[in-house]
Antibody, heavy 117, light 104 residues
Framework: DVQLVESGGGLVQPGRSLRLSCAAS????????MNWVRQAPGRGLEWISY????????YYADSVKGRFTISRDNAKNSLYLQMNSLRHEDTAVYYC??????????WGQGILVTVSS | EVVLTQSPGTLSLSPGERATLSCRAS???????LAWYQQKPGQAPRLLIY???SRATGTPDRFSGSGSGTDFTLTISRLEPEDFALYYC?????FGQGTKLEIK
């Protein structure tokens, strides 16, 4: 079975950094594009970043561009999101999701990031 | 950037009834990248429909998707108690704001 498990979330002060990880199993990780999608409390879904299978092609939403960095380690079946200069409005549940035909077919359970002083 | 507008915001129906959820795009989009998700409280979204009309693995056949161009529809033929949830449409990196399907 496809499994995606996020980790690394928690409470962080504004301006600080946090690194999320996503451990993948049950499929050939290196063959799939991956994405991060977030959901602020009580709000809808917001796509924030995409990475190609090789890691050479990367996209970001304008809301995180210049502050967040997506990366992957195909040898470790892992996806990462380095989040710098965090803001209150970055508070959300962050999901890693497997890419499929331009959308996402499998999602992790999500990890909560709370940005607060 | 494509803006997806879902309607209605909330749909109140009874089990056994038919549900029709709409997703309208701000410009013509490719059906290939149009998806529908179901989300229940405290859970991750679950892919229901991709390519506008193809059911994902495990999606019951009471769920169907249709549409093209700018107008897309998710139809649930006969509502089961477990179908009451939030539904989102998506086209590539844009999500609609969601439709809440609640029990009447």
């Amino acid at each position: 079975d496809v499994q995606l498990v996020e980790s690394g979330g928690g409470l962080v002060q504004p301006g600080r950094s946090l690194r999320l990880s996503c451990a993948a199993s049950g499929f050939t990780f290196s063959s799939y594009t991956m994405n991060w999608v977030r959901q602020a409390p009580g709000r809808g879904l917001e796509w924030i970043s995409y990475i190609s299978t090789s890691g050479r092609t990367i996209y970001y939403a304008d809301s995180v561009k210049g502050r967040f960095t997506i990366s992957r380690d195909n040898a470790k079946n892992s996806l990462y999101l380095q989040m710098n200069s965090l803001r209150h409005e970055d508070t959300a549940v962050y999901y890693c999701a497997r890419g499929f035909l331009g959308i996402e077919d499998y999602w992790g359970q999500g990890i909560l990031v709370t940005v607060s002083s | 950037e494509v803006v997806l507008t879902q309607s209605p915001g909330t749909l109140s129906l009874s089990p056994g009834e038919r549900a029709t959820l709409s997703c309208r795009a701000s410009q013509t989009i490719s059906s290939t990248h149009l998806a529908w998700y179901q989300q229940k409280p405290g859970q991750a979204p679950r892919l229901l429909i991709y390519g506008a009309s193809s059911r994902a693995t495990g999606t019951p056949d009471r769920f169907s998707g249709s549409g093209s161009g700018t107008d897309f529809t998710l139809t649930i033929s006969r509502l089961e108690p477990e179908d009451f949830a939030l539904y989102y449409c998506q086209q590539s990196r844009s999500f609609g704001q969601g439709t809440k399907l609640e029990i009447k």
